[in-house]
C-alpha cells in the first residue's frame, strides 16, 4: 500500500522569503507524484505533476518540486513567496497503473508581511 | 468552460434526513471521483467512475452512501439517512487520475 507523509501541518513565513514544503512517499512500485493546492473556502487545484522524465518538476505561480527516488522524496519549493500563495498544501501519489490517488494531510502555508 | 460545477455550496439538515449532492463535470473528461475532506480524516477517495460506470467504491462509508452517473455530465451522491457525523466537505473532481479538476465543494452540515 502506498502512503504520503507531510511533516509540517504548518510553515510560517515572510513574504519574499524562499520556503521548501515537505513531502515523503512510501511505495514498493513505481509512483507518481503530485502537489495540489487549495485556497481557502475553495476545491484543489493542480500545482504540478511527476510522471516521468526529468526529476526537476516546474509547475505554476512559480513552484517547483524534485523527485528524490533514493529519499523517496518530492518536495515543494518556491524561492520568493508572496501573500497571496497563503493556502493549503497537499501532496499526493498515485501508483504505477493504479487510479485512485492518496494524499498527504496537507501543509498550512502562511505567509506574512 | 465553466470547471466542475457542484450544487448546493452549502447544505444543513436535520439528523435523519435525506441529502442529494449534485455534480456537473467538465465536458470530455472520463473519470469523476468524489471525496470528502474533514479535519480529522483529511482527503479520502469515495468512489470513482470511468465512462459512467463506477469502477471502485470501497471508499463509501457505509450502506446509507450511494453514488450514480446517469450520463457523462451528471452524477449525484446520496447520504439516506444522514447523520452528523457525515459533515464535511465533499468535493467531486473530473479528468484522469493523473490531472484531475476539483469543484469548488459543497459543505454539508448534519445537525
Known amino acids: ?113 | 468552460d465553466a470547471g466542475v460545477i457542484q450544487s448546493p455550496r452549502h447544505e444543513v439538515t436535520e439528523m435523519g434526513q435525506e441529502v442529494t449532492l449534485r455534480c456537473k463535470p467538465i465536458s470530455g473528461h472520463d473519470y469523476l471521483f468524489w471525496y470528502r475532506q474533514t479535519m480529522m480524516r483529511g482527503l479520502e477517495l469515495l468512489i470513482y467512475f470511468n465512462n459512467n460506470v463506477p469502477i471502485d467504491d470501497s471508499g463509501m462509508p457505509e450502506d446509507r452512501f450511494s453514488a450514480k452517473m446517469p450520463n457523462a455530465s451528471f452524477s449525484t451522491l446520496k447520504i439516506q439517512p444522514s447523520e452528523p457525523r457525515d459533515s464535511a466537505v465533499y468535493f467531486c473532481a473530473s479528468g484522469f487520475p493523473y490531472e484531475q479538476y476539483f469543484g469548488p465543494g459543497t459543505r454539508l452540515t448534519v445537525t
Do not use: M
Request: glycine fraction near 8%.
Open chain 1, 1 to 113: 500500500a502506498q502512503s504520503v507523509t507531510q511533516l509540517d501541518s504548518q510553515v510560517p513565513v515572510f513574504e519574499e522569503a524562499p520556503v521548501e514544503l515537505r513531502c515523503n512517499y512510501s511505495s514498493s512500485v513505481s509512483v507518481y507524484l503530485f502537489w495540489y493546492v487549495q485556497y481557502p473556502n475553495q476545491g484543489l487545484q493542480l500545482l504540478l505533476k511527476y510522471l516521468s522524465g526529468s526529476t526537476l518538476v516546474k509547475g505554476i505561480n512559480g513552484f517547483e518540486a524534485e523527485f528524490n527516488k533514493s529519499q523517496t522524496s518530492f518536495h515543494l519549493r518556491k524561492p520568493s513567496v508572496h501573500i497571496s500563495d497563503t493556502a493549503e498544501y497537499f501532496c499526493a501519489v498515485l501508483t504505477g497503473g493504479g487510479n485512485k490517488l492518496t494524499f498527504g494531510t496537507g501543509t498550512q502555508l502562511k505567509v506574512e508581511l
